[in-house]
């Protein structure tokens, strides 16, 4: 599978963005796909997970302010953020998993300023 994301940028404290992220090739065996974040010098994190049923999960610090969506017939899954804060910045990863296996898209670096 490979994955495609866009829609990073700059935004100001308090503004709104949305990440994509397409999924092309093997798509029928992706389980669940997430969004994953690596601030400057610090270690990646998930941020956002959905399932193939569409079950998600979020870290503590962005629920009530991201959301993470799907649209099978596009294959695509988004990121919808909110309420941005200049803690948010870093470079925006998504993911696909496959019985175990993680495929990375490239990443697309998002930047709040206060």
């Known amino acids: 599978v490979q994955l495609q994301a866009s829609g990073g940028g700059l935004v100001q404290a308090g503004e709104s963005l949305r990440l994509s992220c397409a999924a092309s090739?093997?798509?029928?065996?992706?389980?669940?796909m997430g969004w994953y974040r690596r601030a400057s010098g610090q270690v990646r994190e998930v941020v956002a997970t959905i399932g193939s049923g569409g079950s998600t999960n979020y870290i503590d610090f962005v629920k009530g302010r991201f959301t993470i969506s799907r649209d099978n017939a596009k294959n695509t899954v988004y990121l919808q953020m909110n309420s941005l804060k200049p803690e948010d910045t870093a470079v925006y990863y998504c993911?696909?998993?496959?019985?175990?296996?993680?495929?990375w898209g490239q990443g697309t670096l998002v930047t709040v300023s206060s």
């Open positions: 993911a696909a998993e496959q019985y175990g296996r993680y495929t």
């Open positions: 090739g093997s798509v029928d065996s992706i389980i669940s």
